[in-house]
């Protein structure tokens, strides 16, 4: 099955820190670009920060200097380092690559994860 996994959501009071991982499945054989996006209540679902297979990073505005994308292309995985959250971070945070499988090795696919809650408290 061709998926991704992402794990480390929870509740964080604000100010607080929290660290997401996402990891892809077996079936996936090449990743080129990692990214994590977040829908929040009542709100589309936007770009949070995205890195390259060269570990180039883009990140929105509303998160640029508080977090940190980063991956381990041995493990297939991405990480989202979240640090001095606010209560508008609150949201469902979504893994995403753009990945090749073992039924289309040189075709690249976008490939979502499950989605994991991030809620912010004051």
């Not at 959501?9 to 996936?28: E, F």
């Not at 936007?46 to 994308?69: D, K, N, P």
């Not at 041995?74 to 469902?92: C, G, R």
Request: proline share 1%; aromatic share 8%; hydrophobic share 35%.
């Amino acid at each position: 099955q061709v998926q991704l996994v992402e794990s480390g959501g929870g509740s964080v009071q604000a100010g607080g820190s929290l660290r997401l991982s996402c990891t892809a499945s077996k079936s996936i054989v090449n990743i080129n670009t990692m990214a994590w996006y977040r829908q929040g209540p009542a709100k589309q679902r936007e770009l949070v920060a995205q890195i390259s297979l060269g570990g180039s990073t883009h990140y929105s505005e509303s998160v640029r200097g508080r977090f940190s994308i980063s991956r381990d292309n041995a493990k297939k995985s991405s990480y989202l380092q979240m640090n001095n959250l606010k209560l508008e971070d609150t949201a469902v945070y979504y893994c995403n690559a753009e990945a090749s499988t073992i039924a289309h090795v040189s075709s690249y696919m976008s490939v979502w994860g499950q989605g994991t809650l991030v809620t912010v408290s004051s």
